[in-house]
């Protein structure tokens, strides 16, 4: 099991950046995760934003957000980002970060272990 912080999100005008960080803790061997960012809007349902695999860093990401948001990780910070660029009042909404234990970058919430959450929120 491993525990979930993520932080960085804020109000930001249509067409700004954010840039949000997922701290993970606990005994856990990394390489062998794959980090998930998912997302919620009020009255909706959560959403796949995109996921990378931790060993290799390869990315996948939802269609509505590709070209515009970007996965990195820093091994040594144990943390993962995810820089957002060209923001739009359509991607307002809480953003969470999730684990899974698994090389597998599923778009599905089968995750195992979320975080909190953090709000973002977009002015048009």
């Known amino acids: 099991q491993v525990h979930l912080a993520e932080s960085g999100g804020g109000l930001v005008q249509a067409g700004g950046s954010l840039r949000l960080s997922c701290k993970v803790s606990?005994?856990?061997?990394?390489?062998?995760?794959?980090m998930g960012w998912f997302r919620q809007a009020p009255g909706k349902e959560r959403e796949f934003v995109g996921a990378i695999r931790w060993y290799d860093t390869t990315t996948r990401y939802a269609d509505s957000v590709k070209d515009r948001f970007t996965l990195s990780r820093d091994n040594a910070q144990n943390t993962v980002y995810l820089q957002m660029i060209s923001l739009k009042p359509e991607d307002t909404a809480v953003y969470y970060c999730?684990?899974?234990?698994?090389?597998?970058?599923?778009?599905?919430?089968?995750?195992?272990?979320w975080g909190q959450g953090t709000q973002v929120t977009v002015s048009s």
């Open positions: 999730a684990a899974r234990k698994s090389l597998i970058l599923t778009s599905n919430g089968a995750y195992d272990d």
């Open positions: 606990g005994r856990t061997f990394l390489r062998v995760y794959t």
